[in-house]
């Protein structure tokens, strides 16, 4: 892939579902000799299966081309923390769960690093209030740390968190 990925000059990214293990993502992003070879970095998951997300982060940070960013119900981590790898979607707006915090490290790092790459937002969207509440805190985030998006301004609600 690696090859390939360098002829096309296109990221090839690995999206690790399930793989929080740092010594198995070490490994699968060194398989091929590729700065083009990066991974999606998903705030839930990792959160999930145990791990500190902004430390998880800080060892794959420059190999990074997508996040996932995801909050957790404190019934999920109480459930699951340290015993699942991951989460398809979470009941919890971004912001409203136990790992706000740990996405708010994770979104300073990222700023730091210059990093310009895709984002996207997690949640159980099928009734809307979870995706516009999420929209509403991770604008308000990128705002209070002065990091350019192209959010615009979103309908429904007070930018506040």
């Given at each position: 892939m690696g090859r390939r990925t360098m002829?096309?000059?296109?990221d090839g990214f690995y999206r690790p579902e399930g793989m929080t293990d740092e010594e198995a993502m070490a490994e699968m992003l060194d398989?091929?000799?590729s700065p083009l070879l990066r991974m999606t970095f998903d705030t839930g998951n990792v959160y999930i299966a145990g791990h500190?997300?902004?430390?998880f982060l800080q060892r794959f940070l420059l190999r990074v081309s997508h996040v996932h960013v995801k909050d957790v119900t404190p019934q999920l981590a109480e459930e699951a923390r340290g015993r699942d790898t991951g989460i398809g979607l979470s009941a919890s707006a971004i912001g409203?769960?136990?790992?706000?915090?740990?996405?708010?490290?994770?979104?300073?790092?990222?700023?730091?690093?210059g990093f310009?790459?895709?984002?996207?937002?997690?949640?159980?969207?099928?009734?809307?209030l979870l995706?516009?509440?999420?929209?509403?805190?991770?604008?308000?985030?990128?705002?209070?740390?002065?990091?350019?998006?192209?959010?615009?301004?979103?309908?429904?609600?007070?930018?506040?968190?």
């Amino acid at each position: 892939m690696g090859r390939r990925t360098m002829e096309y000059t296109t990221d090839g990214f690995y999206r690790p579902e399930g793989m929080t293990d740092e010594e198995a993502m070490a490994e699968m992003l060194d398989f091929a000799d590729s700065p083009l070879l990066r991974m999606t970095f998903d705030t839930g998951n990792v959160y999930i299966a145990g791990h500190d997300p902004a430390q998880f982060l800080q060892r794959f940070l420059l190999r990074v081309s997508h996040v996932h960013v995801k909050d957790v119900t404190p019934q999920l981590a109480e459930e699951a923390r340290g015993r699942d790898t991951g989460i398809g979607l979470s009941a919890s707006a971004i912001g409203g769960g136990v790992n706000a915090e740990g996405i708010r490290r994770c979104v300073e790092m990222l700023k730091k690093a210059g990093f310009s790459g895709a984002v996207s937002l997690g949640c159980d969207a099928r009734g809307g209030l979870l995706m516009e509440e999420s929209l509403v805190w991770f604008r308000a985030l990128l705002d209070d740390l002065e990091y350019p998006h192209d959010l615009g301004n979103l309908q429904g609600g007070e930018n506040k968190r």
